[in-house]
């Protein structure tokens, strides 16, 4: 994780010291300069050695995640606002406005930073939404108008330790407030691995259940991909999580469908491997997942990535409605802008192409526990005959 953005954090962290060095520093005497100089650089330095045993750790997330938050917040309440503020001062002072104004300036962004990172640590243990949507389309058949589904995603469950499980109770307790008839999980069940569960997050799922069963697929997250290991155990990784889902009384959808009836009308839900492109796995196949399908049937497809609609679903299936996950809307709303919209056309919310449908969740959890003005949800969806 860390590894794909090390030339930005090492920016942040040497850039802002070169220019107090630069306008503060390097007039002093000799001795001065070097006790003032090692006192300065002294956290980031201890900051540079973590970033690189993170950055050349085997695994995609340290295995010690408190250890990793305590990091990722020294950068986000220490380096990234002494970045900004030196940016804020070099830029003001350049262009010849004067050093009080980029102070100024200075404090305001900061003070933004801070609001944000503080309300976002506090927003995840505390936010959560239900979201509820109707979805209307000619060809639904009679009998499923008013189907009720609820859709949740991207547990990453690794994270709902300590004071975080409240949110994963509130999620399950919406889930089952609802009445729906039937779940569906949209992937991303874990963090890295199959370890990260335990009783108390068992005891919690096992209660999810609806009258046509709890329907689920596997996320990028959740075929041992951020593990170091060889292509052996992250399948034996893979198989696990499939067997833990199965116990809680999930059926896990692999490239496969099933049939739900309603009278002598039904519609088929799908659930396709995870269809994403480097440095995301790829375990889709969209023929064999609507492999015996009629070509007038309803069709309701569980794709993690979103990405895969207009890649992949849209020139090669009828599909007439997909759920995914995966982005987590940014886990960031700022005035309407999220940090996902720069990669996926399709982020968040409801997208529609001529008759055909995507819906995007933002997820239950996250690798990190951060939420700004965009709480982790689950989606109650109606499905409703359009005439």
């Known amino acids: 994780m860390i590894a794909r953005i090390i030339i930005p954090i090492i920016f942040v962290l040497v850039l802002p010291n070169y220019y107090i060095y630069r306008q503060h520093l390097s007039s002093l005497s000799h001795t001065k300069k070097c006790w003032r100089t090692i006192l300065l650089c002294l956290p980031e330095a201890v900051l540079l050695l973590c970033s690189a045993i993170f950055a050349f750790s085997p695994d995609f997330i340290p295995h010690d995640i408190p250890l990793f938050e305590i990091y990722l917040a020294a950068l986000a309440f220490y380096a990234l606002p002494k970045f900004v503020f030196c940016i804020c001062l070099f830029i003001t002072t350049k262009f010849h406005y004067g050093k009080s104004i980029g102070v100024a300036i200075g404090i305001v962004m900061t003070g933004l930073i801070y609001y944000i990172g503080i309300s976002g640590c506090l927003s ?24 009720k589904i609820v859709q949740f995603s991207d547990l990453h469950i690794g994270t709902f330790t300590g004071p975080h499980r409240i949110i994963l109770e509130r999620a399950i307790d919406s889930i089952m407030s ?38 689920s697929i596997l996320g990028n997250h959740d075929y041992g991909q951020y593990v170091k290991c060889s292509d052996e155990e992250k399948r034996k990784y893979e198989k696990r999580l499939v067997e833990l889902q199965e116990s809680l009384g999930w059926k896990v ?17 799908a659930g396709e491997g995870n269809d994403g492109e480097p440095p995301y796995p790829n375990h889709s196949n969209i023929k064999k997942t609507l492999a015996g399908i009629d070509n007038k049937a309803f069709i309701i497809l569980l794709q993690h990535d979103p990405s895969s609609w207009k890649r992949t679903i849209l020139p090669k299936s009828n599909v007439q409605l997909t759920l995914s996950g995966h982005t987590h809307g940014g886990q960031m709303n700022i005035f309407g802008f999220r940090p996902t919209m720069l990669k996926y056309s399709e982020d968040l919310g409801l997208y529609i192409y001529k008759d055909r449908q995507l819906h995007v969740s933002s997820g239950v959890g996250g690798v990190v526990p951060f939420r700004f003005q965009l709480p982790g949800e689950i989606v109650a969806i109606t499905l409703r005959k359009k005439r």
Do not use: C, W
Request: proline letters at 4%; aromatic letters at 8%.
């Open 178 to 215: 609802q009445h729906a008839n039937v779940i569906v999980f949209t992937g991303d069940f874990q963090n890295m691995s199959p370890d990260e569960v335990d009783d108390r997050h068992v005891k919690s799922l096992s209660r999810l259940n609806a009258p046509d069963g709890v329907l």
């Open 124 to 147: 995840a243990y505390t936010d959560f939404r239900v979201r509820r949507i109707d979805i209307f389309d000619t060809s639904l058949p009679d009998a499923f108008d008013g189907y």
């Open 253 to 269: 959808l692999q490239n496969s469908n099933v049939s739900i009836q309603r009278g002598r009308d039904s519609i088929v839900i």
